[in-house]
């Protein structure tokens, strides 16, 4: 039997409220919307789970579906409605995490309420990453913390791991079983760390090369990259930044590493780079900065430092969770956006961040630039909710260099996205009738009420979810198209 000519054709048509954020501090609601995503097993990498079409105040999706391509039937075209029409579910695009340590996942919530970055290293990180090197101990570590970072909603993650080769493959190897676009970093440090936990600068090299080759030749998964991952500049000698950049520059690969972090480490490397003019200078001199760039944390910049930033057109990953718990510093994001430096997206920094979700960074985001604001006596240095959401998602799309594919809902990109529900059965968020019913009568009809109680609109019911929201509140996920389990 001959197959028909579209029978290999799959069209996926979502349905319902897309909220994203396009610009920083704008938020878009498009409400009765249909999203179709080409989902042919035989297309290309580049088109397959990409949006072909947006149609707003759409009432009948299937319609809309066979107006796009008329060749399509009924077996090729699989709608998806939100989950519920109610006003308080919502399509969000999928959050970006652009800086977590997967390999400290096991010290979640474990900081020590004295610790501050160069002890809390030495005290909690170095031992827990070196045992990581025992395969059945990190398989169960990276499994964990990628079906986490899912449920929360986090469809691309930029992951820092350990110095050791097969542990790294085996998590580039999970992540693409998870469905998780992922950047990959094999960590390279050869100074200045524990005799138990260091490689010398050509065994950094060697394994950072197998590791790439066997992302790029053997996993072969379009969404799962490698990402050139020094730790951070008193770890790491010149030579080894060199020699890593130049195989970044060559492979056109991204690079990711901590600046400017805490004032004790700022002075430490002072003292180790003499030549160079600052902490970001040491980066430039050896080659790390490029677009491609993720600098996270990046608190107490000079304006000469954001400059370097600027024209190197890198991106900076702000952890405000993980600077709180290690009494690191407010970074001031307003300021720098101000300033226009526009790459900033958000970073839960697992483990000095005790949290897998961007929705909670996000909401820590919010409340460190009001401390700042409150400390500075500026109303400037506040960030709004769409601010932060966009810093959640475009920010960190532009921060990765993958705001052309990601991040927003647009024809062209991928479709990476989580379904919110604020009514889910786990929801630990309570609704009132007048509030969601569309009933402000309701509440009227209580004799000793003489006020009207107003019905949430979209906006409200994006505050309700920024501050109340969790895990409960994601109901699916998709990325590249496609709905992620996990375990
Ligand atoms: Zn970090």
Redesign the pocket.
Known sequence: MTRSKNTEKIFFTFYGTFIDTPEFGVIRIRHNTAIGVCMNSTESADKYGTIKFIIENCIDPYSATLEFDSTLTENNIKIIKSSDPRKTCFYFPGFIDT?I?ASQYPNCGIIGDNSTLLDWLNTYTFPTEAALKHLPYASQVYYKVVSNTLRNGTTTASY?TTIDLDATKMMAKICSKLGQRAMIGKVCMDQNSPEYYIETCQESVDSLLKLINYINDELCDPLVKPIVTPRFAPSCSSDLMTEISKIAQKQSLHIQT?LSENFNEIKWVKELFPNCENYTDVYRQNGLLSRKTVL?HSIHLSNKEIDIIKQTHSGISH?PI?NTTLTSGECPVKQMYLYGLDKIGLGT?VS?GYSCSILESARAAYSVSRHLSIKQNDPICKLTIKECLFLATMGGAKVLDMDQLIGSFEVGKKFDCQEIDLQSPQSTIDFFDWQVLGNSTVAKKEPQLDVQLGEFDTNEILSKWFFNGDDRNVVNVWVNGKKTSTV
Do not use: N, Q
Request: net charge negative; hydrophobic share 35%; proline share 0%.
């Open positions: 800086h340590h820092f901590h996270a952890c993980s920094d000095a």
